[in-house]
């Protein structure tokens, strides 16, 4: 019997496949390989672009295409969510609602939480089934099915399976009841990916882990995931909770602890880092796959990142704390140097002066963001790219060991 075209063009697509390339033998960072049937592939670690409704905060699509080694994008579901229903209410997939068709697409992850603003303390838990999260139209009640309903539209490449992530300062029966929450929805999940040979098949799921501070229990819920999560819709983990004012040794514990746990052949993802040192501790504990909300942050704040991409090295005159340059300081004001001499990156290709882009902060111009992005996002993959060349050299130890003494004692 001659199968229905639709159908046929459906279970031709395959969920993504992660390949491991090289383990680091003096720590737990490795290099590895996602491809998807969309043709997306990505080399990682790497540093996913965060989004607002699918587009990059300040810069169009065909401009972020213009960034070298821009891999992939982060996009939260809760910016759906309308009054009443998803939107936009007619069908589209997500390449087709942000007009990401081309030839070379983006890896596309999706979870229903915003990791650049998580309001956590405000919004509590909503009821056993919901989880509240923030929206165009306030704060709103979201199920497992309004979640999955979005991702079965939306065909991202990845989905997170859903986490009740809590902080360090909620009640130990509140934090006991995350984890349960988190483990159902992944087993609800599982069952819902494994049996779909639909709109499901093609997307890849990422179970979440959810880390707390205690080492032992981080162990347990690693392995609950991973028996869980055996199908072979899961292509890959998530350490949550992270990234939301816990200790440093509390969050390397956790990663460590979580990720030497988990099956070293699947895709690991966290949502935390929020530095650039945050990030190569992470790698260093074995994650694949991270937001880099950094990037957004700081160009809102006028601020443009200038620590040695390359290699070790001196870093740039100008720098302040984090190694960044504050393009609000009047010390800018008459500069006619670029951010960073030698950067590839659009601004500083084209010659946009630091004193240039402090008039246009000082203006309220927009531009001014415009200019930032491109260089922040162009010096993080550059990053990005730094550190996968140090993995693969056998000398990444020694280059994290190197750049947190220029971090730390800048
Ligand atoms: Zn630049």
New binding site residues.
Partial sequence: MAVPAEKAVISSRRRPQFSLCKEDSKSGARTGCITTWRGATAETPFGLVVTRKGLPSYLTLDNLGKVNGVQGMHVCASHFFGRDALYPREGGSLSEIIGQEDASPLLVLCGLRDPACYNLNLYPAAGREKISVDTEVGVKAVSQQDYIDFVRQAQPDLCLSLSDDVVGSHSKRRRERAQQRTAAWLRDSVKCFGESDGALGSVGLIASVLATEDGEENLRQARSAEALASDPSVVGYAVMGLGLGESEECRKGALQSICGELPREKLRYTSGPNTPLELIEAIECGVDVLDATFVNELTACGM?MAFPADAEGPAVSGTGRGLNLNLWSEEFTHDQG???PG???????NGFSRGYIHHLLQCRELLAEVLLE??NT??MCRFMGTIRAKIDEGVFSEYAKSFRKLYIHQ
Avoid: D
């Fill in positions: 443009a670029v951010l960073v950067c590839g990156c659009y601004t500083c290709q491109f260089h162009h010096h």
